[in-house]
């Protein structure tokens, strides 16, 4: 009776130890990880090109606005040249090329009314797409993931004008005013949160 006791206590310490391991079994997770997988892994990272005047800004660009970048009025000025009381056209294309993410931008301009040395005082500033928002010289506007995908550019139209206030404007003879003296035009992309 005693081997009989023992060989029941076995049978019954063997059926638990086998019941808690299949209760394990169906109530647990297990990982493995390794250090070495062999495969191919592919990750796709968003693209980031942006044209500014067909020109690609992936680094503090700057390019210069003088009198052959600005579209003059010339009713009274020969073509080609500017004068005090003439108004011209600043046209800024922005092309997101093949990026993939909506931005957001910003343009700061300093003109006469922000800087007495600069020549030219905007007007107006026209676009194509969303309205801009403005605060002071700070123009913000918007290229929606939408606009982005339907190959849309956005063109801003900067009216300008050399304002003169009836004073007279001494230039010296064969001297051209330099790009820093017209206006100073900074573009700025940042991508969308």
């Known amino acids: ?25 169906a109530n647990s997770t297990y990982t493995s990880y390794e250090s070495e997988v062999i495969g191919n892994v592919e990750s796709n990272i968003a693209d980031w090109k942006i044209k500014v005047n067909d020109s690609l800004i992936t680094t503090n660009n700057t390019e210069g606005i003088n009198i052959d970048t600005i579209e003059w009025e010339t009713n ?22 093949t990026t993939n993410v909506a931005f957001d931008y910003e343009l700061t301009i300093i003109d006469q009314t922000v800087d007495q040395k600069k020549i030219l005082t905007v007007t107006s500033i026209e676009n194509t797409l969303k309205p801009l928002e403005k605060n002071e010289n700070i123009y913000r506007g918007t290229m929606s993931l939408a606009d982005i995908k339907a190959g849309k550019i956005e ?19 064969g001297e051209e005013p330099t790009g820093n003296d017209f206006i100073e035009i900074d573009f700025r992309a940042i991508q969308k949160q």
């Open 76 to 97: 009274h000025t020969r073509e080609g040249k500017a004068s005090p009381g003439t108004s011209g056209i600043i046209t800024i294309t922005i092309d997101p090329t």
């Open 155 to 173: 063109t801003l139209t900067i009216n300008v004008k050399w304002e003169d206030n009836g004073l007279d404007t001494v230039v010296v003879p």
């Open 1 to 25: 009776m005693k081997q009989r006791k023992k060989k029941n206590r076995i049978i019954l310490l063997i059926t638990i130890v086998a019941v808690c391991f299949l209760y394990l079994q």
